[in-house]
């Protein structure tokens, strides 16, 4: 396998519109590691499905050049589409057929042995549920069912757009679990969303995008960094900040308790302990993906205004 499981360089989508030329994608550097769950995050209409299209062949760049596994794509789609799965549109399953029987039908229609039926159903999470009628399938259960569909053809490279989509708590959770699963077992999945709480969970790597453009890019600790502020929690919070300040530490609020800034927390320990002032906590407050999100996409929005 190739490091990259995709990879654009200078991708450019323009639609022409009534109103001109509208620019969905502009010249979208991407690269998406073999291995993992990689989030492709951005807000709405930013161009993730778009971009998602262009590289299953589904719309044509206007320039730029994509390769999927290595190949390029659309001259070599061919040679890798029984490679690359893809959720991008609800799949059409028959209401009245069981989940099993709808995709019994399709891994015969592709020419897949009918026991890789029981390993997606598995995979996916729909045991025991896979003899219900698909009409009778929540939302979460529909869309796990379309993950078992592309699974059966054993993809290396899975490409979600937005899966959660109108999917509620519980149901939201049971594609997270099933995307964490794939992962961890090796397939690469491209996983797009413009709802990052839940992404953050499951992402190694993650690419976010603003009106088309790259915002950023890396493993989800690069894009975040380390912990560097820290919620203490002591019996005498006086004290306890009297001695953080006095050396040199930068000490505040944080819902009730104190928020040291810090990237040591072992020093912060001893300091207190040396002074007979013992903790009954001491947390990371991470940033998370959401808040780093939010504040790149509000910096874009700033800057195309
Ligand atoms: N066929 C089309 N003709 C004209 N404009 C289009 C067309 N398809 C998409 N666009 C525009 O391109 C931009 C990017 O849309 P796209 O659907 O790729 O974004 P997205 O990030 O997937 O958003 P969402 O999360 O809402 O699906 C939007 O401004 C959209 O209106």
Redesign the pocket.
């Known amino acids: 396998m190739p490091d990259l499981a995709i990879q654009t360089q200078g991708l450019r ?1 323009e ?1 022409r ?1 009534r109103r001109g030329t ?1 620019v ?2 502009a010249d979208l550097d991407l690269a998406v590691p073999a291995g993992g769950v990689h989030g492709f995050l ?12 262009m590289l299953l062949g589904l719309a044509r760049p206007t320039s730029g050049t994509m390769r999927l596994l290595g190949e390029p794509v659309p001259e070599r789609l061919p040679a890798v589409v029984d490679r690359v799965g893809a959720v991008v549109e609800s799949p059409k399953f028959s209401p009245n057929l069981t989940g099993r029987q709808n995709l019994l039908l399709l891994s015969r229609s592709i020419g897949v042995p009918d026991t890789r039926v029981d390993a997606v159903v598995e995979t996916v999470g729909l045991s025991g549920r896979d003899r219900d009628r698909y009409k009778a399938y929540s939302l979460g259960m529909k869309q796990r069912l379309a993950i078992a569909a592309t699974l059966l053809k054993e993809p290396d490279l899975l490409i979600l ?2 899966p959660t989509n109108g999917l509620d708590p519980a149901g939201i959770r049971e594609i997270r679990e099933t995307i964490r699963g794939l992962g961890a077992s090796g397939v690469t999945v491209l996983l ?1 969303s ?1 709802i990052l709480a839940e992404v953050q969970q499951v992402c190694t790597s993650a690419t976010i ?1 603003g009106h ?1 453009r790259l915002l950023a890019s890396g493993t989800v600790e690069e894009l975040l960094g380390g912990s560097t502020a820290y919620r203490l929690v002591v019996p005498d919070q006086a004290a306890a900040r009297e001695a953080l300040a006095a050396a040199g530490l930068t000490v505040g609020e944080e819902d009730g308790a104190l928020r040291v800034e810090t990237d040591d927390p072992v020093a912060v320990t001893r300091l207190l302990g040396a002074r007979d002032i013992w903790l009954s906590e001491l947390s990371p407050l991470r940033a998370d993906l959401e808040s780093f999100f939010l504040d790149l996409t509000a910096a874009d929005q700033e800057a195309t205004r």
């Open positions: 989508k639609f519109t509208r969905a994608v951005g807000p709405n209409g930013s161009g993730k499905t778009t971009t998602i299209r757009d937005e797009s413009h995008v088309g």
